[in-house]
């Protein structure tokens, strides 16, 4: 667990260095790889051995290395492709902040903001390579948890699916592809959003969606059965959550549902990924946190929803299910 940085560092780099995807047709040298990403033979050769002993790759005769069952999950090109996440976990925005770590322990502040002077998305708004570093982590991370939340709730009796924040649609999309008579809305920040066209060609759902932009503090469109929000309150603290859900209450129709995407932190010792997934809110995020069911229920009751239920997916992500039930407090 201690080296633990050493690990997660050495697969990014591997992976910023095209690696993995020189070795999807098979196994080549050490050294033709690092003539192609034009490093070190000596370099290239400890990184490869090391990932090898991890069961990533493959070493045989020659130096030559193949991507394992596993690593194969390294290529960009592979469809629960990780490579988008893994270089954002080395990448200088995760990197340098988790570097301090104590200052968010010490202070309850994100660690993001006394690194780099602004916050997260603010910084992110005026980096564009760091943007797509971020935008291509989130994909990333997106087509596994999609299916999982698309197979295990059921959305029968949902017309209309409005995903908030829904980036370039992966979990829309995904949901659209299982339920052929629904329509779907995507909302996000304008540039954003417009990803979403491509997203919603190669599904073949580009015809039941629309696409909008706008700000989730001020206003969301309206006419949706239900909104769907993944990893979305968990950036931000009980009070900037809460606003954002008030918003979802304006726009739904009474008994309309918000169906909140995120780790539900469960009692206890019981390990769990949302509790490491927690630390990286503390340290990126304007106070963001990942939740219990306890947590939830007094953050939904305060914007005017009542609870359902939680229902568990075959990632780590449950699905949070509320019913609007009130008027929700200004």
Request: charged residues 20%; positive net charge; proline residues 5%.
């Amino acid at each position: 667990m201690v080296i633990g940085k050493w690990i997660s560092q050495a697969i990014a780099t591997v992976v910023a260095l095209g690696v993995p995807d020189a070795l999807t047709n098979g196994a080549r040298r050490s050294s033709d790889l690092a003539r192609k990403a034009g490093v070190s033979n000596d370099g290239m050769y400890r990184l490869l051995r090391a990932l090898a002993s991890l069961g990533l790759f493959a070493e045989s005769a020659g130096r030559r290395f193949k991507l394992t069952p596993t690593g194969q999950f390294l290529r960009s090109d592979h469809p629960e492709s990780l490579s988008g996440f893994v270089r954002f976990v080395g990448h200088d925005v995760t990197w340098r902040p988790w570097g301090r770590l104590d200052y968010s322990v010490k202070t309850g502040l994100p660690a993001f903001d006394h690194v780099f002077g602004a916050s997260l998305f603010d910084y992110l708004s005026k980096d564009p390579q760091a943007a797509a570093v971020f935008d291509a982590a989130m994909t990333s991370i997106t087509g596994a948890q999609a299916r999982a939340v698309a197979a295990a709730y059921d959305f029968t009796g949902i017309g209309t699916l409005m995903d908030v924040a829904g980036g370039h649609g992966a979990l829309l999309a995904a949901v659209l592809q299982r339920h052929r008579s629904m329509q779907g809305v995507l909302f996000d920040r304008p540039h954003v959003a417009r990803g979403g066209a491509a997203t919603f060609a190669r599904a073949g759902v580009a015809d039941r969606v629309r696409i909008e932009g706008g700000d989730f503090f001020k206003t969301l469109p309206t006419g949706a059965d239900a909104i769907i929000m993944k990893h979305i309150l968990h950036d931000w603290d009980d009070e900037s959550a809460a606003r954002i859900l008030r918003s979802c209450h304006r726009a739904l129709a009474p008994r309309g549902k918000v169906l909140i995407v995120d780790a539900v932190i469960p009692p206890g010792n019981v390990p769990h990924y949302g509790k490491l997934l927690d630390l990286n809110m503390l340290v990126l995020t304007p106070r963001g946190r990942e939740r219990t069911k306890a947590e939830f229920a007094a953050l939904l009751k305060g914007a005017g929803f009542r609870m359902a239920r939680i229902v568990p997916t075959a990632s780590p992500l449950s699905v949070v299910e509320a019913v609007k039930s009130t008027i929700a407090r200004a």
